[in-house]
Nanobody, 124 residues
Framework: QVRLVESGGGLVQAGESARLSCAVS????????MGWYNQPPGKMRELVAM???????KYADSVKGRFTISRDNAKNTVYLQMNSLKPEDTAIYYC??????????????????WGQGTQVTVSS
């Protein structure tokens, strides 16, 4: 079973930085894309950043230039460095990992697992 464990959330002041980490365990088949989503209070969950296995990254417009996603493939860990935080960044942050697995017919499929979420609160 693929398991994701996040860490690094908490309370920060506007303008400060925070770093989230997410360690993936339970798969030996390699991990494809890894990402971060957030869900602000009363809103839908949305993509913040995604990084492919070769390091290509994409970001939501709202975080471009402030957030950086990175990964350590040897450690199966993805990071989100968040700088210049704003109160509107307040949300629960979830990490994701896409992994390959063989289904009951031996056909390779891609699955996605989610972390449990970590709260980031930015005070003004």
């Amino acid at each position: 079973q693929v398991r994701l464990v996040e860490s690094g959330g908490g309370l920060v002041q506007a303008g400060e930085s925070a770093r989230l980490s997410c360690a993936v365990s339970g798969t030996s088949r390699g991990i494809n894309d890894m990402g971060w989503y957030n869900q602000p209070p009363g809103k839908m969950r949305e993509l913040v950043a995604m990084i492919s296995s070769d390091g290509s990254a994409k970001y939501a417009d709202s975080v471009k230039g402030r957030f950086t996603i990175s990964r350590d493939n040897a450690k199966n860990t993805v990071y989100l460095q968040m700088n210049s935080l704003k109160p509107e960044d307040t949300a629960i942050y979830y990490c994701t990992a896409d992994y390959r697995y063989a289904d009951d017919y031996g056909v390779w499929q891609v699955g996605r697992s989610w972390g449990q979420g970590t709260q980031v609160t930015v005070s003004s």
